[in-house]
């Protein structure tokens, strides 16, 4: 376009300065070897222009044939990336309407000569999972981790599908590739959280736990609930195995976490299971001491015996306070009854049963009352266990 402008500000230019030229032709002469031209000046200027503009139209014509011929030669490709795009856009359409098995066949034939392959076969591969085809399943994902960085996409859907079907240790096998840390994305993150919970790898789910928090996958509330129920797990796996285990994993717990109640308990009953019940009552009686949580409470009857009068006492003391806690007066009514004192313990499961009436409260409450004589109680109390099915 300029160079047409060029030309066309030179034929003014002459067209305007033509008559101060008029019967002033000039003289042009060429020689080159043998040949000779000899011409006067504005035919030489006009056969100049004429030139350029037949070099022009050439220079187009050219352009176009070649255009002509690229595009023949590439309006296959072009044919199948169109078919491709057309393909991806109903398998998508598909999958939105949960058709599975147009979605598969269209995201599978988009696939072939599509702009990015990896995302068909990834959506084809969630539609041959929606209907248990797992070796077209498989098949698609194999090709998928064939195109570039789309590895940890195809073995993060591993994950996710081998745990839908209940496979955990092929789940298990594809995480570890991940390696999940704090530098693992979210969706991993949460992927190995459901798993470590599945398998109760509790020893897995500590180690990952400050990732979960870093990246917030838990709020506080649920980090913390978490965080208890992984240490009471690993406490009483340790148990299990032996006393060494059971004291390294209670040191291997923070200072902070080492004087939660619930810790303490785990961890006096596993003492209590290796005949070291005076070091379990101590931790317990310095739970007591303060406001004692339904964890102490529970475990409290496992390790107290009749002649623990010490344990007794602080347990007397709170019920002021606790007199109307379901966790308290069950504790106390299975004291009393370790001790002897069935009257205190009738009272204790009556009041336990008035404030949560369970099936499992009312029969033991039937169940006393029937060693105290007591048969129309225990009828009463059996009727209402009947009730609370």
């Not at 098995?101 to 539609?127: D, F, H, I, V």
């Not at 994950?159 to 994305?185: H, I």
């Not at 992984?230 to 032996?242: D, K, T």
């Not at 107290?304 to 347990?315: G, I, M, N, P, R």
């Amino acid at each position: 376009m300029i160079r047409v402008l060029i030309y066309l500000v030179i034929i003014l230019a002459g067209a305007c300065l033509s008559p101060l030229f008029a019967g002033k032709t000039g003289y042009v002469y060429i020689a080159f070897l043998d040949w000779q031209l000899e011409t006067n000046l504005l035919f030489a200027v006009m056969a100049l222009i004429i030139f350029f503009a037949l070099l022009q139209l050439l220079e187009w014509l050219l352009v176009t044939v070649l255009n002509l011929v690229l595009s023949s030669r590439y309006l296959p490709r072009r044919w199948r990336r169109n078919a491709a795009r057309k393909y991806t856009l109903t398998g998508a359409l598909a999958l939105a309407e949960e058709d599975w098995p147009a979605a598969e066949k269209a995201m599978q034939k988009g696939a072939e000569a599509g702009e990015l392959p990896a995302l068909n076969y990834l959506a084809a591969a969630r539609a041959a999972q929606r209907q248990f085809k797992n070796e077209e399943r498989d098949d698609y994902l194999n090709k998928a981790a064939q195109l570039p960085l789309a590895t940890q996409a195809v073995t993060t859907t591993r994950v996710r599908y081998y745990m839908q079907q209940g496979e955990l240790e092929k789940a298990r096998e594809q995480l570890d590739k991940l390696q999940p840390s704090s530098k693992s994305k979210a969706p991993v993150l949460q992927l190995a959280l459901e798993l470590y919970q599945s398998q109760l790898d509790w020893q897995a789910l500590k180690l990952l736990l400050p990732a979960l928090r870093k990246k917030q996958i838990l709020d506080n509330e649920e980090y913390e609930l978490l965080n208890q129920r992984v240490n009471n797990a690993l406490l009483a796996q340790a148990a299990l195995r032996s006393e060494q285990e059971l004291e390294k994993c209670w040191h291997w717990l923070s200072r902070q976490e080492r004087s939660q109640q619930a810790n303490m308990a785990q961890y006096a009953l596993g003492l209590a299971s290796f005949n070291r019940r005076d070091e379990a009552l101590k931790l317990l009686n310095k739970a007591l001491k303060k406001e004692p949580c339904a964890s102490v409470l529970e475990v409290l009857p496992k390790v107290f015996e009749a002649q623990d009068s010490e344990t007794l006492k602080l347990l007397k003391n709170l019920e002021p306070k606790l007199e109307n806690h379901a966790d308290y007066q069950h504790c106390m009514a299975q004291i009393h009854e370790l001790c002897r004192e069935f009257s205190l313990a009738r009272a204790a499961w009556e009041r336990l049963c008035h404030l949560l009436p369970r099936k499992e409260y009312w029969l033991a409450l039937a169940r006393l009352q029937e060693q105290l004589a007591d048969h129309q109680g225990a009828f009463n109390s059996y009727k209402q266990a009947a009730k609370s099915d």
